[in-house]
């Protein structure tokens, strides 16, 4: 029986989003899992987006709170807004009561990965104040820490991301995730999905 891992984003310029299909992309490179991008839903009216220039959501299907519960492990993904996660994200997450109550989240594990406009911008503060969502159900925090190696201590090219997860910088929206920040994600995806596989146990194999 497979492993599923869900990465479950929120993306309003897509950056968020091609982190989210890397992060897919490693988990999955993974034999015994079953790795899906979900995408919680929107908040904003079309009008609003419309203002912000934001280009139309991609393909993955929106979940809902209850169907977090199949999952056997998980990757959270979200925009910064002044160094802590999309209200979107949060209200999605504000809607998991129900999930809470029973703890049917609890022991299982989950990753975090961002995306911030500038380096001081909250590439640690939004994954850290992130974290006490997963607490109060329970859950297993899983940070990457070093385990990317060499790509960890890039200080020649801006480079995204940190020990608590994989990330990029959009700047003024115009710049995209680079070679080596989807490297990140990759690898962030392939080591909770293996981490997730070997908490689930034998049922895995």
């Not at 999605?92 to 809470?100: H, Q, V």
């Not at 109550?101 to 022991?107: K, M, Y």
């Not at 995306?115 to 006490?132: C, M, R």
């Amino acid at each position: 029986m497979a492993t599923k891992v869900y990465i479950v984003y929120y993306s309003m310029y897509g950056h968020v989003e091609k982190l989210a299909e890397e992060i897919r992309k490693g988990a999955a490179s993974v034999d015994g899992i079953e790795a899906k991008l979900w995408q919680v839903p929107e908040t904003l009216q079309e009008d609003v987006l419309s203002k912000m220039s934001a280009p139309p959501k991609g393909d993955a299907p929106i979940i809902t709170p209850n169907e977090l519960a199949e999952a056997d492990g998980f990757v959270f993904g979200f925009p910064t807004r002044f160094g802590m996660m999309a209200a979107q994200f949060k209200a999605f997450l504000d809607a998991t009561g129900g999930l809470w109550r029973t703890q049917q989240l609890a022991g299982k594990p989950a990753g975090i990965f961002y995306s911030t406009g500038s380096q001081g911008g909250g590439q640690e503060t939004t994954a850290l104040t992130a974290i006490t969502q997963l607490v109060h159900h329970g859950m297993i925090f899983v940070p990457i820490g070093y385990t990317f190696g060499a790509g960890m201590f890039e200080m020649e090219k801006v480079k995204g991301g940190s020990p608590y997860g994989a990330g990029t910088f959009a700047g003024d929206g115009s710049r995209q995730p680079t070679e080596l920040e989807l490297e990140q994600a990759f690898h962030q995806g392939k080591y909770i999905a293996a981490i997730s596989k070997k908490l689930k146990g034998p049922a895995a194999v």
